[in-house]
């Protein structure tokens, strides 16, 4: 498989009261076409840090990262914004929506601010309501955000991170704000994402949650640490979180 992202070590470094802390330190990492990884680690650790700077949402201090063939470190700040708006797509664990909008208007805001296609605003609405079926949610297109569950509210958080078609899913603790109801729920749909073709990257503190992806990274203070490579050659899923989790134990987890 192909590289679609690249980093190459990279650094990342605050000042706090004239003391260096360095969050990231010289991290290497491929992120292949139709991957999902999850990246893990304790608190403090620096594996948000590490999604920020890998996804173009926070200047690293030093280092490369390569998207796509393009070094987004070399970008200016509007470059980066057209490509985050574009070619990627984000998931939080707050879920973040504008509350004068319904949840449809919501989803398909990043294909209006875009300019990747010529399609009219109907079309736009067309497949943002086709992105709510695909997921389940349909029903609640006119509600306001206040008026969905948290595990529908984050798959219309899905819908939105893939309006644009992007090339690469970020997902930051995607169900860490949701019961293991709607945590499933969730994954489901990310799962079924990258077997259709996404290339999703996540933060995340679950092992079950991890323990769904391809492969799992494991950071300790700003540095990958091990590598689980073993989890697509188990279909059963509770051996699939087993394995996850005695290696976790390995690693110090």
Known sequence: MAALLSAKDLCKTYVIDKRQNNVLKNVNLEVNEGEMIAIMGPSGSGKSTLLYAISGMDRV????????????TELR??????????????????????KNLTILDNIILPAAE??????SNKEKQMRGETL???LGIIEVADNDINEVSGGQLQRACICRSMMNS??????????????RTSS??????????????????????DAKVASRCSRVLFIVDGNIKGEYTELSNETDPNRRERGLNNWLMDQGW
């Open 184 to 205: 499933n729920e969730v994954m489901d749909e990310l799962v079924k994402l990258n077997k259709e073709g996404t290339t999703i990257v996540m933060v995340t503190h």
């Open 61 to 72: 201090t030093s280092g490369q990262v390569i998207f796509d063939g393009k070094d987004i």
């Open 166 to 179: 992007p090339k690469l899913l970020f997902a930051d603790e995607p169900t860490g704000a949701l019961n």
């Open 132 to 134: 709510m079926r695909k």
């Open 114 to 119: 875009s300019k990747k296609t010529k399609e």
């Open 77 to 98: 700040e509007k470059e980066l914004a057209k490509l985050r708006l574009d070619e990627m797509g984000f998931i939080f664990q707050q879920m973040y929506m504008m």
